[in-house]
């Protein structure tokens, strides 16, 4: 059975890590198999901006949305894996891709119902941040984006099989180096097809 991987990316630059780590995560997973739908939401023009066609309408689940929100749910329905890479920007998701969730992960389409459509599903998240793992975790800031993406976003529609992997100091002080870019690249690439290990 052909297995299909709806891999999101969003960098508004091709060259940067996000971007790079992206193609290596497309890669990987179709040596494992998996067909790959890439949306990269800059390429496509992907408006993350709610329009009032698109805003939920809480008495009526069954309201039909715009046509790119309907095409957008019909991939991510369409997918056995979920991944998505970012970059952490402000602690959190960068604007494009929280409107891109405010958008198409809707009332009605993606969670509102008895039973979710999106129930069974596999999702990945892997985001690129800046700060070394000592500061980002010293502020707690990775249990608040870890819960928010996997209990608020995931959960929430009905996704129980997630991961949300973190990469830290993709810039550090300021610049990448050859070796220290590609540690970042083999670790994004990893996460997409690997669980981590809990160690209790």
Same mark, same amino acid.
């Not at 297995?3 to 193609?23: E, N, Y």
């Not at 009032?52 to 008495?59: I, N, S, T, Y």
């Not at 009526?60 to 997918?79: G, Q």
């Not at 997630?162 to 220290?180: A, C, F, K, S």
């Given at each position: 059975?052909?297995?299909?991987?709806?891999?999101?990316?969003?960098?508004?630059?091709?060259?940067?890590?996000? #971007? @790079?780590?992206?193609? @290596?995560? =497309? =890669?990987?997973?179709?040596?494992?198999?998996?067909?790959?739908?890439?949306?990269?939401?800059?390429?496509?023009?992907?408006?993350?901006?709610?329009?009032?066609? &698109?805003?939920?309408?809480?008495?009526?689940? &069954?309201?039909?949305?715009?046509?790119?929100? @309907? @095409?957008?749910?019909?991939?991510?329905?369409?997918?056995?894996?979920?991944?998505?890479?970012f970059p952490i920007w402000w602690f959190g998701l960068p604007a494009m891709l929280?409107?891109?969730?405010?958008?198409?992960?809707?009332?009605?389409?993606?969670?509102? =119902?008895?039973?979710?459509?999106?129930?069974?599903? =596999?999702?990945?998240?892997?985001?690129?941040?800046?700060?070394?793992? #000592?500061?980002?975790?010293?502020?707690?800031?990775?249990?608040?984006?870890?819960?928010?993406?996997?209990?608020?976003?995931?959960?929430?529609?009905?996704?129980?099989?997630?991961?949300?992997?973190?990469?830290?100091?993709?810039?550090?002080?300021?610049?990448?180096?050859?070796?220290?870019?590609?540690?970042?690249?083999?670790?994004?690439?990893?996460?997409?097809?690997?669980?981590?290990?809990?160690?209790?």
């Open positions: 059975m052909n297995k299909t991987a709806l891999l999101v990316v969003s960098h508004p630059r091709a060259t940067s890590l996000t #971007q @790079r780590a992206a193609v @290596r995560a =497309r =890669r990987r997973l179709e040596r494992e198999g998996y067909s790959v739908d890439l949306l990269d939401l800059y390429a496509e023009g992907f408006d993350p901006r709610m329009p009032l066609e &698109d805003e939920p309408d809480w008495g009526y689940r &069954d309201k039909v949305y715009s046509a790119e929100v @309907r @095409r957008h749910m019909s991939r991510i329905e369409a997918a056995d894996l979920i991944v998505v890479i929280k409107g891109w969730i405010d958008r198409v992960w809707n009332y009605g389409l993606s969670y509102g =119902r008895r039973e979710p459509r999106l129930r069974g599903k =596999r999702m990945v998240w892997v985001g690129l941040g800046g700060y070394s793992e #000592q500061h980002f975790t010293g502020g707690g800031w990775d249990a608040t984006l870890t819960r928010t993406l996997k209990v608020g976003i995931s959960e929430f529609n009905g996704i129980e099989d997630v991961d949300v992997r973190l990469i830290y100091g993709t810039v550090p002080g300021g610049e990448v180096t050859n070796r220290h870019a590609e540690d970042i690249l083999h670790a994004a690439e990893v996460a997409v097809v690997t669980k981590p290990v809990n160690i209790a």
